[in-house]
């Protein structure tokens, strides 16, 4: 029997079967009772019931023909989004493809002849005897690829890869389950309790792994780690709109997926607000940065920054407690030195807020201890009254943190400059992490604050300051931090070494990994960038190609009166950019192709949604997304000199693009285009 005759069959058996279940599933009534045991079936009976609406249309997308050694018998193993059991048997119809048996379908290069995974029961081992591709597309089959057959000589395996690189991309990132290569596997499983810093080429599957990670563990430690418990921090809303299909394409549903602003904000409370996003990317983009506060922005940032903040933080709280008796009433004192020890001693594992809050309850009761000494109820009641004014006065030097005072004051004995924001209650980006610690400083960090696992993407752009904030947040181990030095536009803000972010940790309790393979763009493209990211000053490795060629990447002079053409040369390309330098290039683009009757969108820093289609947009907006067609309009020596940051965005924009890259100047070409 042919490979596609075989499959053909067994679509057809496993789709009655997967059917059957679900039609089973469908009828059994929903239980709406109070019975908690009932309750608890009823709510995996729904998590089948989803589960089976995905597997009734694609049930799975690969095989493997696998030989216990133990058993002596090879078994061929159908892999896919979800597992599914025969009920009658028990045997699995469809393995789920975060299964430890799956490890073998990534990892598997066609070179071993002998492999082994490890199971709750122990290691396993044998041999592979079949890797086959399978698409399935609305329950059709669509095309059957072996990338390895036990005795032939074949590498279909990048083959299926380059056939998947190859498609054209819609507006939202999409799983990779079926082609997951081996060293992103070893990421997504990479051990639970071991932070993990991934530094990876720009297309190399950063974003895209790191969610196939969260869907791994959430498989793996289904008894220890909720998603409710999981939070993902990215960029801007665009970008998070951007991934937001990952998740649920696995079959996971509940992480939570903000801004790091946005989050932060939300956290501290006290009316306070961050600068709006179009104003940071303005004021880092389109303006000269003063040299006094870029200088500041990088300090503030820093772990020496928060050493600091947390002494002055010690000492305030210290200053802050009142230091006399309290006088109730006349004749009526309670020491101080009592006062004291129930702090130090009592209170002593309760962070300052919490120490106030149950010194103020613990005074109240002894006033209503000390008022029953008094005969008459009146007269009990008026020196209570009395007592508890004398309370607040005796409390006002510890009054309730205000964050912006704390950390104003902080700045000011720093000999540093306070931003005019700040008296508005409104935060620069890089005060967002000094102010978040105030508040977990004061208010502490109970167990419920804590995340079961945080995913930072484009950490490169982030403080080492906000990752020690952010790690007190987590339970131990639980941090996936991924980025790319390279790409780091924002080196004011961010690191220009792993370095400076394994410092907030212990060493020996970091991991850090590199991916160098990049999947997104043409053998030229990645060509092309390289020649861009061999410029910087200590850049990461070069990005390592696939095999997948396509067209040459074309430099030329040329005016915007040519974009039309352009544009006409590349409608076949579900997304396509323009990335200008600045945004008033982008809004005269835009103008210009509008009153053209050309349909485009102008992306800016406070959009919500990216729609994918024709955009244009400024080249530091781009970081991230991905589109067929990429055109750099105006790279000329003015808007691209010879300096880090625009190395670093030139490799952005370049980087972009899957298919085809294009870059115009109308002068003189950059200096940073050696080719
Ligand atoms: N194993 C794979 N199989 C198929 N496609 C893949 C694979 N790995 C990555 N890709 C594709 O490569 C592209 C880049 O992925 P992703 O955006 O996750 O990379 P990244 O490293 O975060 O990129 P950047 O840093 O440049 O924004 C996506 O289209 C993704 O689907």
New binding site residues.
């Given amino acids: 029997m042919s490979n596609v005759k075989e499959e053909l069959a067994r679509l057809e058996r496993t789709l009655n079967q997967v059917d059957d279940l679900a039609d089973t599933l469908e009828q059994t009534p929903r239980y709406r009772g109070e019975d908690f045991t009932q309750q608890v079936l009823e709510d995996r009976r729904e998590l089948q019931r989803e589960a089976l609406k995905s597997a009734t249309v694609e049930p799975y997308f690969g095989r493997l023909d696998f030989k216990e050694w133990e058993q002596n018998n090879g078994k061929a193993l159908y892999i896919g989004k979800v597992g599914v059991h025969d009920e009658v048997t028990g045997d699995p119809l469809i393995v789920d493809w975060r299964a430890p048996v799956s490890s073998l379908f990534y990892s598997f290069s066609g070179s071993e002849d002998d492999v082994y995974y490890v199971s709750p029961e122990g290691v396993v081992e044998g041999e592979i005897q079949l890797k086959r591709n399978i698409v399935i597309r609305s329950r059709t089959l669509q095309r059957v690829v072996d990338s390895y057959v036990e005795g032939q000589e074949a590498s279909g395996g990048d083959e299926f890869?380059l056939y998947?690189?190859g498609e054209q991309?819609d507006n939202k990132?999409?799983d990779?389950v079926s082609?997951?290569?081996a060293e992103?596997n070893a990421i997504i499983r990479h051990a639970l309790k071991e932070p993990l810093i991934i530094q990876?080429a720009?297309?190399?599957?950063?974003?895209?792994?790191a969610l196939h990670r969260l869907a791994f563990l959430l498989y793996e430690y289904r008894e220890q780690l909720k998603a409710e418990r999981m939070i993902i921090f990215a960029p801007n809303a665009m970008f998070l709109d951007y991934i937001s299909h990952v998740l649920p394409e696995l079959g996971v549903g509940g992480i939570t997926q903000r801004t790091f602003v946005d989050w932060a904000i939300a956290e501290v409370g006290q009316g306070i607000t961050a600068q709006p996003l179009v104003e940071r990317m303005e004021n880092q983009f389109e303006r000269l940065i003063p040299a006094q506060v870029e200088k500041e922005q990088k300090q503030k940032g820093s772990l020496a920054f928060k050493a600091k903040l947390e002494q002055y933080m010690t000492e305030s709280i210290a200053k802050s407690i009142p230091t006399n008796d309290f006088l109730a009433w006349d004749g009526k004192v309670l020491g101080n030195q009592t006062i004291q020890t129930w702090i130090e001693k009592d209170f002593a594992a309760s962070p300052p807020l919490k120490k106030r809050e149950r010194l103020l309850a613990r005074m109240k009761r002894w006033i209503e201890i000390e008022v029953k000494w008094f005969d008459d109820l009146k007269e009990q009641k008026s020196m209570k009254s009395e007592a508890l004014k004398r309370l607040r006065a005796y409390m006002s030097t510890w009054a309730m943190p205000n964050y912006i005072k704390h950390y104003t004051a902080f700045l000011k004995q720093e000999g540093m400059s306070v931003s005019a924001g700040l008296g508005k209650k409104q935060l620069a980006y890089e005060d967002i992490a000094p102010v978040l610690f105030i508040h977990q400083r004061m208010r502490g960090i109970e167990k419920e604050d804590r995340f079961d696992h945080i995913v930072i993407d484009e950490a490169q752009d982030s403080s080492p300051f906000m990752i020690a904030v952010l790690k007190e947040r987590t339970r131990q181990g639980g941090f996936t931090i991924l980025g790319?030095l390279a790409?780091g536009i924002h080196g004011n803000e961010g690191i220009s070494t792993w370095l400076a972010i394994q410092e907030a940790f212990s060493t020996k309790e970091i991991a850090y990994v590199q991916m160098e393979r990049s999947?997104?763009s043409t053998m030229e493209i990645i060509q092309f960038s390289n020649t861009i990211l061999a410029q910087l000053e200590n850049g990461p490795s070069l990005a390592k190609p696939v095999f997948r060629s396509g067209k040459e990447v074309v430099v030329e002079r040329q005016e915007k009166e040519q974009l039309k053409n352009w544009i006409a040369r590349n409608n076949e390309a579900e997304t396509a950019a323009i990335l200008t330098r600045t945004k008033a290039e982008s809004a005269e683009v835009y103008e210009q192709l509008s009153k053209a009757g050309v349909k485009l969108t102008h992306l800016q820093a406070s959009d919500q949604t990216y729609r994918g289609g024709l955009s244009v947009m400024p080249i530091y907006l781009a970081?991230?997304f991905?589109f067929d067609s990429v055109l750099l309009l105006y790279v000329d020596e003015q808007n691209y000199p010879n300096d880090e940051l625009h190395k670093k965005l030139l490799y952005v924009g370049c980087?972009r693009a899957l298919h085809d890259l294009t870059l115009w100047y109308t002068k003189k070409p950059s200096p940073l285009l050696v080719n």
Avoid: P
């Avoid at 720009?202 to 792994?209: C, H, I, L, M």
């Fill in positions: 890869l998947k690189l991309k990132l999409k990779i082609t997951i290569q992103q990876g720009a297309g190399s599957g950063k974003t895209t792994v790319d790409q999947y997104r970081k991230g991905e980087t």
